[in-house]
C-alpha cells in the first residue's frame, strides 16, 4: 500500500494529514495532472501572437509593364510605316529621273543623228571622258546603300547629259541665230486673244490668278503652227495644260502651245517656223477649243501678246 501524505496549511496553523491512495487513485490523479497541463499550453499557444506571411500580386507589375511594351511596339510600328513611304516616294521619284535620263539620251541621239554630228563625240550611251583622283578602296569608306548609291549614280548620269547637251545646244544654234529662231507671230495665223498675260479671274473658280500665257480661240482641229525654228523638247500629256508641247528655240527662248487635241511632233524632232505641230481642241483644264500660247527665255514668262504683234507688223512689212 502506497501512503502519500498531504500538508494543508489553514491561517498560518499547520494541520497535517495523512492520506492513503492506491494505486488506481494515484494514476488517475497523474492523468488528470497531465490532462490538465496539456490543455494550458494548448490553450496558452492559441492565444500566442501568430505572424502571418504577407503574398504580394504580381499582376499589376506585369500589366503595367505589358502596357510600356505595346507602346513602344506602336511608336516601332509608326516609325517602320514612316520609313516604308518614305522609300516608296524615293522609289518612285527614281523611276521618274531614269524616265527622264531614258528620254534625254534618245533626244540627244536624235539630234546627232538630224545634224549629222560625230556619234563618237555626242555619244549618249556612253559617260564622256574625265579623269580626276582615284576614289577611297571599298575597305576604307564606309558601305553604302543600293537605294542611295542609285540616286547618287543616276544624278552623276543627268550631270553628264546637262553637259552634253550645253555643247550640243552651243554647237547648233552658234551660227544659226537668225530671225527664223526668234519666237515671232500668232499660232494659229490669225484671231483674237480671248485671254491676256497677267493676273485675271480664273474662268472655271473665278478666283485671282496669273495667267502665263495668252488664249486665242480657234475650231476643234484647227492647225497650230511653231512660231520660230527649233527642237521640240517635250510632246506629251501634262497636268491642267492636257496635251501640250514645248519647243526650245536656242538663245534661252521656249514656245508651249497646250490644250491641244492632237500632238502631231515628237519629242527631239526639229521643226521650222510655221510648221504644223499640233490641232486646236480642249484637252485639260478648258473651257471650249482654244491655243494656250506661252514664251520664255531662261525659264521666265514673257508677254506672248507682244511676239504676236511684232509678227502682225512683219507681215504688213512684207506686204508693202
Known amino acids: 500500500m502506497l501512503t502519500v501524505e498531504i500538508i494543508v496549511l489553514l491561517n498560518r496553523r499547520r494541520v497535517q494529514r495523512s492520506i492513503h491512495l492506491g494505486q488506481l487513485r494515484i494514476g488517475l490523479v497523474a492523468v488528470f495532472f497531465l490532462t490538465s497541463v496539456g490543455a494550458a499550453y494548448w490553450f496558452g499557444m492559441g492565444s500566442a501572437p501568430r505572424v502571418s506571411v504577407v503574398q504580394v500580386d504580381p499582376t499589376p507589375y506585369v500589366l503595367s509593364l505589358q502596357k510600356k511594351l505595346q507602346f513602344h511596339e506602336k511608336q516601332v510600328s509608326v516609325a517602320v510605316d514612316r520609313a516604308k513611304h518614305n522609300m ?54 564606309d558601305q553604302v546603300a543600293n537605294f542611295i548609291h542609285s540616286l547618287e549614280e543616276l544624278a552623276w548620269q543627268l550631270n553628264n547629259r546637262s553637259q552634253a547637251f550645253s555643247v550640243l545646244e552651243s554647237s547648233l544654234m552658234s551660227d544659226r541665230l537668225s530671225d527664223e529662231m526668234r519666237p515671232m507671230g500668232n499660232p494659229l495665223g490669225k484671231g483674237w486673244v480671248s485671254s491676256r498675260f497677267g493676273w485675271r479671274e480664273d474662268p472655271l473658280t473665278g478666283v485671282r490668278s496669273f495667267h502665263y500665257g495668252v488664249d486665242i480661240p480657234g475650231h476643234r482641229g484647227q492647225e497650230i503652227h511653231a512660231v520660230a525654228a527649233g527642237i521640240v523638247i517635250f510632246s506629251g500629256r501634262r497636268s491642267g495644260h492636257g496635251r501640250m508641247i514645248d519647243i526650245d528655240h536656242g538663245d534661252g527662248y521656249v514656245s508651249r502651245y497646250a490644250h491641244n487635241a492632237k500632238n502631231k511632233v515628237v519629242t527631239g524632232q526639229r521643226v521650222a517656223r510655221g510648221d504644223l505641230v499640233a490641232l486646236v481642241g480642249s484637252s485639260g483644264r478648258s473651257t471650249g477649243p482654244h491655243v494656250h500660247f506661252e514664251v520664255m527665255r531662261h525659264g521666265k514668262h514673257l508677254d506672248p501678246y507682244k511676239f504676236i504683234k511684232a509678227g502682225s507688223e512683219l507681215a504688213k512689212a512684207k506686204k508693202q
Open 88 to 141: 516608296d516616294a524615293l522609289a518612285l521619284r527614281l523611276s521618274e529621273l531614269k524616265a527622264r535620263s531614258i528620254r534625254l539620251d534618245a533626244l540627244g541621239e536624235r539630234l546627232v543623228q538630224l545634224e549629222g554630228l560625230d556619234s563618237a563625240e555626242f555619244n549618249f550611251s556612253e559617260p564622256p571622258p574625265q579623269g580626276g583622283l582615284a576614289p577611297l578602296r571599298e575597305d576604307d569608306q
